[in-house]
């Protein structure tokens, strides 16, 4: 029997939905107290389902093990501006008496051969349904804006060529993964200056504390600017 995905998915979009509002919350709140947030912005989606089904496929995984072979279904990224924030919004995450961490893989430490770097946390969500709790995987992705960047294009360079990318392609995706991390380790480097000059503007601002005015952190387009709310 053909499986109902609007029915079988509805608690994962309602957790996205959920964690979306929480963790741009939480950016809202560093805000409101002037400090640095170490989170700049916040995506999520629920996998679509020729993804999840290729990947079921893919993986052997049978429909019966979907929800606890698949961790992604639900997935969230969280975007920072550097290394250091990705570690304090772990342990923020860590801290949160409503988010269980299942299970953590840190490609930071760990570089996946690709040149792909990132921190990804599994979280055990509950979601309140009329039938009662039901508790869903979800997957948190922590990067740099720069790690981000990467992440991307190479993830449409992947669709184009399904993995199999000509050697020189290869190669250059390495090296930029690598410069990619060198930006970070540079900016890291001088932190404490462009925090501060961050906190200069945002008082040249008035200290505006509204969703619509505040920024502290001036890096996003105005696409991504909607993505901090
Ligand atoms: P694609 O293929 O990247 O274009 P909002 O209205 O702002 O609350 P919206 O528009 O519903 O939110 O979604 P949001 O927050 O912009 O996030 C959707 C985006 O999440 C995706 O866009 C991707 O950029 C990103 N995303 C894609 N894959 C993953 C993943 O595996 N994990 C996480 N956490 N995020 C992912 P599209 O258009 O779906 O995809
Ligand atoms: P989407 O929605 O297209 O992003 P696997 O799925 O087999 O790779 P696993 O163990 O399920 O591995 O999870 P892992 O490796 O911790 O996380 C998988 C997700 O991390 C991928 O989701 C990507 O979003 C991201 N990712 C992992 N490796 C790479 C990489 O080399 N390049 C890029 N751009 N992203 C990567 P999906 O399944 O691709 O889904």
Excluded at 77 to 105: P, T
Excluded at 181 to 193: G, K, P
Aim: hydrophobic share 35%; charged share 30%; net charge negative.
């Amino acid at each position: 029997m053909p499986k109902d995905w609007d029915l079988f998915l509805m608690p994962y979009r309602q957790a996205v939905d959920e964690l979306k509002i929480k963790l741009r919350g939480m950016r809202k709140q560093f805000q409101q107290e002037n400090a640095h947030t170490p989170i700049e912005f916040v995506t999520g989606r629920v996998k679509p389902v020729d993804s999840i089904i290729e990947k079921m496929q893919r993986r052997q995984v049978t429909d019966d093990l979907l929800e606890q072979d698949m961790q992604d279904i639900a997935g969230l990224r969280i975007m920072c501006q550097f290394v250091e924030d990705i570690y304090q919004v772990v342990d923020l995450i860590h801290q949160r008496a409503d988010l269980e961490v299942v299970e953590e893989r840190d490609y930071i430490t760990n570089v996946k051969p690709s040149g792909y770097r990132s921190y990804h946390i599994v979280i055990s969500y509950p979601v309140q349904m009329v039938h009662g709790e039901k508790h869903i995987l979800a997957e948190i992705q922590i990067r740099t804006l720069s790690m981000n960047f990467w992440a991307t294009i190479e993830h449409s360079l992947n669709y184009k060529y399904q993995g199999a990318f000509p050697e020189e392609i290869n190669e250059r995706l390495k090296r930029a993964a690598e410069a990619a991390f060198m930006l970070d380790q540079e900016m890291s480097a001088i932190r404490e200056e462009i925090q501060e000059a961050q906190q200069l503007f945002s008082y040249g601002k008035g200290q505006q504390t509204s969703d619509d005015q505040v920024t502290g952190n001036q890096v996003t387009d105005n696409d991504h600017e909607d993505k901090r709310k």
